[in-house]
């Protein structure tokens, strides 16, 4: 690892519907073969997918999830470092009323121990804004406002004297007002600030989406190097057909301390 490098960090949607097993099986075949120290992934629903990535993934022998018909939230931490504490913590129950209540959104916070003593990395996923307006009035952005304040109540428990980083799907765009209010609130900074790249995959129907996945920084001397990943990556089905290991590209951090 580089001197300056402290902790290298995945964070990725992995897409919990279409062909999820052969998806789930190269995704843990790519990280067994990476040189991450923690993956914070969204979307993996099932309880089994997530054994399956343990034991795929085998080098990374601390493992965050919780949940017997459904993953809480969805997410799945795995790590390379030693985990000396963990928590999920639920968001509050928002309307309008959707099926993507039963995922139970919340964010996964884990303590990791390091070389330079312990790192807090926070992997959340945010409630879709099924309108596509993340303007200050629409009701998805009331909802998002929500869940940001109960992350904000969470990030204020952990020390400030500890690094820490906020991750995943945040549903909401780079320039969003929502997000730019909880990272003042929060003491975070984007370490992507400026970057126009979309994170979730373009299509012909939505040529043009927006960054969704982020990386949030919080601590003096706390820096990042960020670049897009699995924007390429594929997998061929029994059928033949090839497909991409999910609709959002993951983006990679090199953490510094």
Known sequence: MDRDVELRLLTFNALFKGDVRPRIEAIGARLEGSDYDVVCLQEVMAPGMARLLARLAGSFPHRQYTGGTLVKGGLVLLSRRPIAERRFVRYPFTRPLRPE????????????????????VVNTHLSANRDDDWSP????????????????????????????????????????GALAEFCAAAGLRDAMAGDERPTYRPTPKWPGPPAFDHVLLRGAGLTASCRLVLTEDSVTLPDGRSVYLSDHYGVAADLGV
């Open 137 to 176: 009035g629409n009701r998805y952005t009331a909802v998002a406002r929500r869940e940001l304040a109960a992350l904000t109540t969470t990030l204020a428990a952990i020390d400030p004297s500890v690094p820490t980083v906020v991750c995943g799907d945040l549903n909401l765009p780079r320039g969003a």
């Open 101 to 120: 209540l039963l995922m139970r959104k919340g964010a996964q916070v884990a303590l990791l121990h390091t070389a330079a003593g312990p790192f807090a």
